[in-house]
């Protein structure tokens, strides 16, 4: 009887300390270094986010620029994304039907990406986002990390509020591909980081 009561107390113990380490993980997760920030100026507003990724250079602006890769972490969207200056990205979101379009700006290999996000007028975005941009920067930090910075900048102040925890999402998924984990549902991490973020 006293052994099956000892059991008892270890599985409890077992489930208390697991439901405790996943308490920490989240708290961790949410308030980590990998939180962007929202710059708001007037009408308009900037995001930018920066990591350090424990991978080379090669391998990330590859996740960032090959249509294959892209898509791994970008699951949402399919399309077209040319990889060299003055290509085009032609993209469509397959959940919320946002049409993307833009121009390849800067093309520095392995260094700097950037390039036009314009998104069509539909029924998320109703008047749409003529003008954003998105520029990518890839710093080789030692031999195999990557200081990586996203900005994306132009977006008027209601849709930048709104992208800030989305794109957190994304790149918490890019993340975690690069390091060969599953990446998070993006629905589900877009609403645990939403907290972190200004309305």
């Known amino acids: 009887m006293k052994s099956i009561e000892i059991e008892n107390e270890n599985e409890n113990v077992q489930q208390r300390l697991l439901s405790y380490t996943n308490?920490?993980?989240?708290?961790k997760t949410l308030s980590s270094e990998s939180k962007g920030e929202v710059t708001i100026e007037g009408e308009y507003?900037?995001?930018?986010?920066?990591?350090r990724l424990s991978h080379p250079v090669e391998t990330v602006w590859k996740a960032i620029t090959d249509q294959k890769e892209i898509f791994k972490w970008l699951p949402d969207y399919k399309g077209t994304f040319d990889g060299y200056n003055g290509g085009a990205i032609d993209l469509v979101n397959t959940v919320s039907g946002s049409h993307v379009t833009g121009n390849i700006l800067v093309w520095d290999l392995h260094r700097v990406f950037e390039h036009e996000w314009h998104i069509s007028p539909n029924q998320?975005?109703?008047h749409g986002e003529p003008e954003s941009v998105i520029r990518w920067e890839l710093e080789q930090d030692g031999d195999s990390d990557t200081i990586f910075t996203v900005t994306h900048s132009r977006l008027t102040k209601s849709i930048a509020l709104r992208l800030a925890p989305g794109w957190h999402a994304y790149l918490d998924r890019l993340e975690a591909i690069l390091n060969s984990q599953v990446?998070?549902?993006w629905a589900h991490r877009f609403a645990e980081v939403k907290e972190l973020y200004p309305s």
């Open 23 to 27: 308490e920490k993980r989240n708290k």
């Open 45 to 51: 507003g900037t995001l930018k986010f920066e990591r």
């Open 124 to 126: 998320m975005f109703l």
């Open 183 to 185: 990446p998070p549902d």
